[in-house]
């Protein structure tokens, strides 16, 4: 109803929804055909309808404003150790699994061929879903990036595979031997240390003779254990001969209920439809993968995959709360005038699209190294600018969502938007899978242990950025700053943060429009330093860069 006693309600936006989260997106249409992906295009037309609809919107409303509850005991007091969820979580969950997004990464292991641009055409799947709902994307990055450590047991991998590539998603909780489709959690980080994992105490014994793919058991406990209800878990360890890497399922072969016993959920700023728990290893059972002692070389492959989805799905949030923004100003009149025919929102409209679309074009040129791993300049690429590519469009993120959400006025504050929501989900992108520092120190230890794949992204880097002259300056400046040995460790986020600009402008230059390619580099990569949106396009195209953005 529009109509109350006292007044009428008008010049309010109509609800963003009903879009189609792929057609209405160019810069990601253009950058899933650029990067190898072409041949998903029908399929994630159709995934972009039911990832923009009302109905996907409210389920992901549903799923936060109802978290999940601990339930560590029954009503007599025995162990149930079981964490339930609203139905619109589960909804989400069964979306995003039968897309396969938890495990199409790895559909050629399935028995068919190997499938061309599959993961430029998975992050655009999750692109998408995560813009439906961010919290269920945890479980589903985490299940596709388990599968190159569960390989390395290749009984393991035998047991388990079939069941993380089936597009079923099956909530309940029994033995997987009792289901069809699993997924797979990460329990790494313990009270005394996340980034040095190294330092964690959990004790892992062999029950028999230990080795290889043998059963151990564990004691001790994780501080963060996300996605509590997964199947099993890849969990680290101190074996005997030092931290191991271990796969740790709810149930026993004998179907019994494993000793993980969850101690409370954590109550989180954002990210609140999924759960994330502390959790105690009383004499828990778990099969070692690998050797024991290669923990983290184990464990580090999944990490890899799910940095790449940090990455992507800090992009999607960046372009889902931009187009709430423009399709707000375009509806919304103040002073006799759209909000966005204000000159001034025009200018931070259109800032703001500029590092959305460098964001995915980034996103997606690293999803494609991911996908030619046998190519020596994708595998170089993949190394580096994957702690890149994460710090820069991680960091970058949570500001860019609070200025979209200014540009909603109050009610981008108010949690029935998504602006809110979303400003609170994205700095968790920073913050795990490796905060903004380790990622910086990851790319000095690419510098210094293999400075053959620094040399062959920057010449790649280089070949594309041709003539242009602001770009070649840049270069020049990162070239300073990878041979200054002095002061490295402190230069490690401006070295990261300059090599990301780079190869986004260089992305840009090559593929966008040159309004927007023109624009990005004379404001990131040249010009009076900035530390808001919304200034320097001064003569830009500011319509042009919109439409691009969202097409009206
Ligand atoms: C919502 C949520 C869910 C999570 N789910 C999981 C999960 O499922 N499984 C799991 O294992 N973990 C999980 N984590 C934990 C997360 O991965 C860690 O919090 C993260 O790795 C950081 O570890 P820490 O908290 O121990 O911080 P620390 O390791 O103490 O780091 C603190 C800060 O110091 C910085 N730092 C570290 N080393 C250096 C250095 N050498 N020089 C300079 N700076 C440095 C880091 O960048 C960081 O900013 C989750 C965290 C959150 C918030």
């Given at each position: 109803?529009?109509?109350?006693?006292?007044?009428?309600?008008?010049?309010?936006?109509?609800?963003?929804?009903?879009?189609?989260?792929?057609?209405?997106?160019?810069?990601?249409?253009?950058?899933?055909?650029?990067?190898?992906?072409?041949?998903?295009?029908?399929?994630?037309?159709?995934?972009?309808?039911?990832?923009?609809?009302?109905?996907?919107?409210?389920?992901?409303?549903?799923?936060?404003?109802?978290?999940?509850?601990?339930?560590?005991?029954?009503?007599?007091?025995?162990?149930?150790?079981?964490?339930?969820?609203?139905?619109?979580?589960?909804?989400?969950?069964?979306?995003?699994?039968?897309?396969?997004?938890?495990?199409?990464?790895?559909?050629?292991?399935?028995?068919?061929?190997?499938?061309?641009?599959?993961?430029?055409?998975?992050?655009?799947?999750?692109?998408?879903?995560?813009?439906?709902?961010?919290?269920?994307?945890?479980?589903?990055?985490?299940?596709?990036?388990?599968?190159?450590?569960?390989?390395?047991?290749?009984?393991?991998?035998?047991?388990?595979?079939?069941?993380?590539?089936?597009?079923?998603?099956?909530?309940?909780?029994?033995?997987?031997?009792?289901?069809?489709?699993?997924?797979?959690?990460?329990?790494?980080t313990e009270k005394q240390g996340g980034t040095d994992v190294r330092a964690n105490t959990t004790k892992a014994v062999p029950a028999a003779g230990g080795g290889p793919g043998a059963e151990y058991i564990l004691t001790g406990h994780k501080w963060f254990m996300s996605a509590p209800m997964c199947d099993a878990f890849l969990v680290l360890a101190?074996?005997?001969?030092?931290?191991?890497?271990?796969?740790?399922?709810?149930?026993?072969?004998?179907?019994?209920?494993?000793?993980?016993?969850?101690?409370?959920?954590?109550?989180?700023?954002?990210?609140?439809?999924?759960?994330?728990?502390?959790?105690?290893?009383?004499?828990?059972?778990?099969?070692?993968?690998?050797?024991?002692?290669?923990?983290?070389?184990?464990?580090?492959?999944?990490?890899?995959?799910?940095?790449?989805?940090?990455?992507?799905?800090?992009?999607?949030?960046?372009?889902?709360?931009?187009?709430?923004?423009?399709?707000?100003?375009?509806?919304?009149?103040?002073?006799?005038?759209?909000?966005?025919?204000?000159?001034?929102?025009?200018?931070?409209?259109?800032?703001?699209?500029?590092?959305?679309?460098?964001?995915?074009?980034?996103?997606?040129?690293?999803?494609?190294?991911?996908?030619?791993?046998?190519?020596?300049?994708?595998?170089?690429?993949?190394?580096?600018?994957?702690?890149?590519?994460?710090?820069?469009?991680?960091?970058?993120?949570?500001?860019?969502?609070?200025?979209?959400?200014?540009?909603?006025?109050?009610?981008?504050?108010?949690?029935?938007?998504?602006?809110?929501?979303?400003?609170?989900?994205?700095?968790?992108?920073?913050?795990?899978?490796?905060?903004?520092?380790?990622?910086?120190?990851?790319?000095?230890?690419?510098?210094?242990?293999?400075?053959?794949?620094?040399?062959?992204?920057?010449?790649?880097?280089?070949?594309?950025?041709?003539?242009?002259?602001?770009?070649?300056?840049?270069?020049?400046?990162?070239?300073?700053?990878?041979?200054?040995?002095?002061?490295?460790?402190?230069?490690?986020?401006?070295?990261?943060?300059?090599?990301?600009?780079?190869?986004?402008?260089?992305?840009?230059?090559?593929?966008?429009?040159?309004?927007?390619?023109?624009?990005?580099?004379?404001?990131?990569?040249?010009?009076?330093?900035?530390?808001?949106?919304?200034?320097g396009l001064d003569g830009v195209d500011t319509r042009a860069i919109i439409e691009r953005a969202l097409p009206a």
């Amino acid at each position: 109803m529009n109509e109350f006693a006292t007044h009428e309600v008008f010049n309010q936006s109509p609800p963003f929804e009903d879009v189609n989260l792929f057609t209405t997106d160019r810069a990601l249409m253009e950058a899933v055909n650029r990067e190898g992906g072409g041949s998903a295009v029908r399929r994630l037309t159709a995934f972009g309808e039911v990832c923009g609809s009302a109905a996907a919107f409210e389920r992901g409303r549903l799923a936060n404003e109802h978290p999940p509850r601990l339930k560590p005991f029954d009503s007599k007091g025995h162990r149930l150790d079981v964490v339930e969820f609203h139905p619109a979580y589960h909804e989400c969950m069964g979306v995003s699994v039968a897309e396969g997004l938890h495990c199409s990464s790895w559909d050629h292991l399935a028995g068919g061929k190997p499938v061309p641009g599959a993961n430029v055409a998975r992050s655009a799947g999750c692109y998408m879903a995560i813009q439906m709902e961010a919290g269920h994307q945890c479980p589903i990055t985490m299940t596709n990036a388990a599968v190159p450590t569960l390989r390395l047991q290749p009984e393991i991998a035998q047991a388990w595979l079939p069941k993380v590539l089936a597009r079923v998603y099956d909530k309940s909780f029994r033995p997987a031997s009792a289901k069809r489709g699993a997924t797979i959690g990460m329990g790494m980080t313990e009270k005394q240390g996340g980034t040095d994992v190294r330092a964690n105490t959990t004790k892992a014994v062999p029950a028999a003779g230990g080795g290889p793919g043998a059963e151990y058991i564990l004691t001790g406990h994780k501080w963060f254990m996300s996605a509590p209800m997964c199947d099993a878990f890849l969990v680290l360890a101190q074996a005997p001969k030092g931290l191991s890497c271990f796969l740790m399922p709810r149930f026993l072969p004998d179907g019994s209920v494993n000793a993980l016993h969850f101690q409370r959920l954590k109550e989180k700023l954002g990210n609140r439809s999924n759960a994330s728990s502390e959790v105690e290893f009383r004499g828990a059972h778990a099969w070692l993968i690998g050797e024991e002692g290669r923990g983290v070389p184990g464990i580090i492959e999944m990490v890899t995959g799910t940095r790449l989805d940090c990455a992507v799905a800090s992009a999607g949030l960046m372009r889902l709360v931009l187009a709430n923004a423009v399709h707000h100003c375009r509806h919304r009149t103040v002073f006799q005038k759209k909000l966005a025919d204000q000159p001034l929102m025009g200018q931070v409209l259109a800032d703001l699209a500029l590092d959305a679309e460098a964001a995915t074009a980034l996103a997606f040129r690293l999803s494609r190294s991911f996908d030619r791993a046998s190519d020596p300049h994708a595998a170089a690429w993949r190394r580096l600018m994957t702690p890149v590519t994460k710090y820069w469009i991680c960091k970058l993120a949570p500001a860019f969502a609070y200025e979209a959400m200014e540009c909603l006025g109050g009610n981008g504050y108010i949690e029935d938007g998504v602006a809110a929501r979303v400003y609170r989900e994205l700095p968790v992108n920073a913050i795990w899978e490796g905060s903004g520092n380790v990622m910086a120190l990851d790319l000095l230890r690419v510098l210094q242990r293999e400075p053959e794949t620094v040399e062959i992204v920057m010449d790649d880097l280089a070949a594309t950025a041709g003539g242009d002259t602001h770009l070649k300056a840049h270069l020049a400046r990162v070239h300073r700053l990878l041979h200054e040995p002095r002061f490295l460790e402190q230069r490690g986020r401006a070295l990261t943060e300059s090599l990301a600009t780079l190869a986004a402008g260089t992305i840009l230059r090559a593929h966008a429009p040159a309004s927007v390619a023109d624009a990005f580099i004379a404001t990131r990569l040249a010009g009076a330093p900035r530390q808001t949106y919304g200034h320097g396009l001064d003569g830009v195209d500011t319509r042009a860069i919109i439409e691009r953005a969202l097409p009206a």
